[in-house]
């Protein structure tokens, strides 16, 4: 079945420190994907998206990602953190599932930064 | 910038009331989308609607209905609240008729209370 899992529910970083948080797909075919963000009590923003060309894509905000078709993953990574960062982060990866085209959400990864 | 607002930020109502969740977008985007968001469960698509009076089911419609009367305005109506139906609600829409592999905007959410 198609899914998409965000392993870590939970991150804490310091500040300035690297970040990069995991997603992957099960998808039989090359899926849309996108990163989003969600501040506390806000609505989602695009962070980056990839739909095909170059694998390592760059967003708003400083953070880039990295498509790697033989293991179905698309990371975020930042390389410095900062203590505006916190928030939720969403992996989606469009496909056609159930007889339509949708975005499929993962779980979201909560991201707390320490000063 | 695309514009998706939400008719309320926060709303309490009481079990077996209607309630309407109302969503606007000012980009003449031809898909709209209506989302719950729980945690650890990520988003979930109740229904989405690809033009005027068209609207197709999404993952979990069971106690939602829509409506989309005009191509800026999408409404979700919950006919008979359950306390099972608290939780945050995001509309979002997107560009083109290729359906919701495009990329999606978001309003800010509407966060709703069953008593």
């Known amino acids: 079945a198609q899914s998409v899992t965000q392993p870590d529910i939970h991150i804490t970083v310091s500040e300035g420190a690297s970040l990069e948080l995991r997603c992957n797909y099960s998808?039989?075919?090359?899926?849309?994907l996108f990163w989003y963000v969600q501040s506390p009590g806000q609505g989602l923003q695009l962070l980056l998206k990839y739909f095909s060309g170059d694998t390592l894509v760059q967003g708003i905000k400083g953070f880039e990602a990295e498509f790697k078709r033989s293991q179905s993953s698309f990371n975020l990574r930042k390389p410095s953190v900062h203590w505006s960062d916190a928030a939720e982060y969403f992996c989606a990866v469009g496909m056609f599932s159930g007889g339509y085209n949708k975005l499929i959400f993962g779980a979201g990864t909560r991201l707390a930064v320490h000063p | 910038d695309v514009k998706v607002t939400q008719s309320s930020r926060y709303l309490v109502k009481r079990t077996g009331e209607k309630v309407f969740l109302e969503c606007v977008q000012d980009?003449?985007?031809?898909?709209m989308f209506w989302y719950r968001q729980d945690p650890g469960l990520g988003l979930r698509l109740i229904y989405f609607?690809?033009?005027?009076?068209?609207?197709e089911k999404g993952d979990i419609p069971e106690g939602y209905s829509v409506s989309r009367e005009k191509k800026e305005r999408f409404s979700l109506i919950l006919e008979s609240a359950s306390t099972n139906q608290t939780s945050m609600y995001l509309c979002a829409s997107s560009l083109n008729s290729l359906g919701s592999t495009d990329t999606q905007y978001f309003g800010p959410g509407t966060r709703l209370t069953v008593l």
């Open positions: 609607s690809y033009d005027v009076k068209m609207k």
């Open positions: 980009m003449d985007h031809e898909n």
């Open positions: 998808y039989g075919a090359t899926p849309y």
